[in-house]
């Protein structure tokens, strides 16, 4: 592939929820791109349509127009069996750390299963989910162990190695700390850093916090209501975003200093006012 090349591209994608005669349209027109080994955060507020996106991607929801390349090839509308064996260069890490993980097996069985599936033998299975425990900063000896034994950290860590267990170029991170506290929520990013780093894998990061993807993405793309509103520089979105939307989500996000707290809190009220007074002249 060219240097050049975006590794992934969504096109003009749009997605309907509903039936065909009431259809409900959740994504208009997007499209977005992420290189080999970025990091791009996609900010949004409950039901902008970001996770939407997200799951376009995975083919998780149907596209009902428009396009999305991975590696130059189109894989908007893969078969079951394509979409299977494209598992090994697109993953996923979802929200829930505790939902994620089937509580059933062993750490060991969760992490193999992927590699079962793509055909790996026991023996280098074994090797492949202990070096992916390793990376995880758990020892191997956790294979033996069940979910409800780790903490909600661990967990999340665990499933950042499921993901990573095959290799893939691309992980899609769907709100994956936000059901973490403050401190547990550092750890991870910084595992997320340290991973893209070590590997070049790329990651499209879906979150509604602004303080976090300031942290780890490198390019930040703002939805608002099924549109990308504001694409640009992670810094600069996450710190002097453009659009009014943008900057009430900046303006939301919670600061530990309480003076600054409450002009932040001020600053949102007035923003807030001022798009409802945009709207009802509209």
């Given amino acids: 592939m060219n240097a050049q090349t975006p590794l992934l591209t969504a096109e003009n994608v749009v997605v309907d929820y509903g039936t065909r005669r009431h259809p409900n349209r959740v994504l208009h027109e997007v499209s977005l791109e992420v290189g080999d080994g970025e990091c ?3 900010v949004g507020e409950s039901g902008s349509g970001k996770s939407t996106l997200g799951k376009a991607i995975l083919g998780l929801v149907p ?4 396009k999305i390349t991975f590696d130059g090839r189109d894989i908007t509308h893969l078969k079951r069996r394509e979409r299977r064996e494209l598992a090994k260069d697109i993953q996923v890490v979802f929200q829930d750390p505790y939902g994620s993980l089937n ?4 750490i060991g069985e969760i992490l193999a299963e992927p590699l079962a599936t793509a055909g790996v033998g026991r023996a280098k299975a074994r090797r492949t ?6 990376r995880v900063n758990l020892p191997a000896s956790v294979s033996d162990r069940f979910p409800s034994e780790f903490s909600g950290g661990q967990r999340q860590r665990i499933a950042i190695a499921r993901a990573l267990v095959r ?6 991170c769907d709100e994956p700390v936000s059901a973490l506290d403050l401190t547990t929520q550092a750890t991870v990013l910084e595992l ?5 780093r070590d590997t070049g894998v790329s990651y499209l990061f879906v979150s509604h916090d602004l303080g976090v993807v ?4 490198h390019r930040v793309a703002v939805m608002y209501r099924g549109n990308l509103v504001e694409v640009g520089d992670g810094e ?6 453009q659009h009014p939307y943008s900057q009430r989500l900046l303006a939301a996000s919670p600061v530990a200093d309480p003076a600054q707290q409450a002009e932040r809190r001020a600053e949102w009220l007035a923003l807030r006012a001022a798009h409802a007074r945009d709207s009802a002249a509209a």
């Avoid at 600069?236 to 975003?241: A, E, G, I, N, S």
């Fill in 40 to 42: 791009v955060g996609l």
């Fill in 63 to 66: 596209v009902a127009s428009g």
């Fill in 103 to 106: 509580p059933m097996m062993t």
């Fill in 129 to 134: 989910v202990n070096e992916m425990l390793e």
């Fill in 167 to 172: 290799r893939p170029r691309l992980i899609i």
């Fill in 192 to 196: 997320l850093i340290d991973l893209q």
């Fill in 214 to 217: 300031r942290r780890i993405c």
């Fill in 236 to 241: 600069q979105v996450t710190r002097d975003p």
